[in-house]
């Protein structure tokens, strides 16, 4: 069976979901059901996963015993701010290690601050976690981050929440072929053909979350993102046909014709 290994650990699903943006933890759930994704990612500083016991907790709409828990790091700009939230996580969810690492540079472009990156990368994979970390869509820096023993790389496909898709394909095929720990991409996925486009370059997965939860139905949605990866992937290791230029060819063969 072809499965996503991360961290040593197989995974059916190649399609990774964020918990944010649902009108309510129902939805959320609901959602992340139809999508068949079995790694749910959760920002510690927006989403409550036990911090405050009064409200309502993500762990009981999508408890932990049925998903992999992937916390992040969203809204932190410096390396400090992502090292201090991620054992913050790993006290709340008891030991867990794989975390997904961002560092953004600003909060207009919420593009990566690769340098943040590479500080935080170093610190926490000397500190025992698996880290899987969001970065800019540079072939160097990946290289880099899988030097410093990080267990998945995520380069962006377009800016976080644009919608826009997979605007260098050319730079994440560069990844893919260089970089040796699975490629996910992170960010910028609109809707499902982003997602199939993604799978057939060779990512090993897609993660989104915007896509899914600012649709117009996102359990809908989800649904179509479960199948559009699924697709992808297969497309990938099927081989598509070559493509040629300017050069037409029959579907059907040209010798042998009835009636001749």
Partial sequence: MDQLVIAGKPYSSRLLVGTGKYKDFDETRRAVEASGAEIVTVAIRRTNIGQDANQPSLLDALPPSKYTYLPNTAGCYTADEAIRTLRLA?????GH??????????????????????K????????????????????????QLEDIGCVAVMPLASLIGSGMGILNPWNLQ?????VKVPVVVDAGVGTASDAAIAMELGCDAVLMNTAIAG?????????????AVE???????????PKKIYTASPSSPASGLIGT
């Fill in 97 to 118: 290690s794989l975390v997904k690492l961002e560092v953004l540079g600003d909060p207009q472009s919420l593009y990566p601050n690769v340098v943040e990156t590479i």
């Fill in 90 to 94: 790993r006290e709340l969810l008891d």
């Fill in 174 to 178: 560069i990844i893919i072929d260089r």
């Fill in 215 to 227: 649709a117009q139905n996102p359990v809908l949605m989800a649904q179509a993102m479960k199948k």
């Fill in 231 to 241: 697709a992808g992937r297969e497309a990938c290791l099927a081989g598509r046909m």
């Fill in 120 to 143: 935080a990368a170093e610190v926490l994979v000397k500190d025992g976690f698996q880290v899987m970390v969001y970065t800019s869509d540079d072939p160097i820096i990946a290289r």
